[in-house]
């Protein structure tokens, strides 16, 4: 979750964005609720064990900005 974003520590939605090879699109998912006027959330992504490097990429950077990411050891 963003900073910007946090508003307390129990949000009232969270947003659960799932993953699998996703890299093209994911950031743009993110953006999307980015973007909502609506601030008291949190987002939860959680991969199934992608294997190309473009959504392998874009998961740690969005782990770094400070999202949580949770990814699945199988799929």
Known sequence: M???????ENPVISVVVTS???????????NSILKSEYYDYEIIIIDDASTD???I?????????GHQVHIKPIN
Do not use: C, K, V
């Open 2 to 8: 963003t900073p910007s974003h946090q508003q307390e």
């Open 20 to 30: 699998f090879n996703d890299g093209a699109f994911i950031r743009e998912a993110i």
């Open 53 to 55: 490097s473009e959504t």
């Open 57 to 65: 990429q874009q998961l740690n950077q969005l782990r770094e900005a």
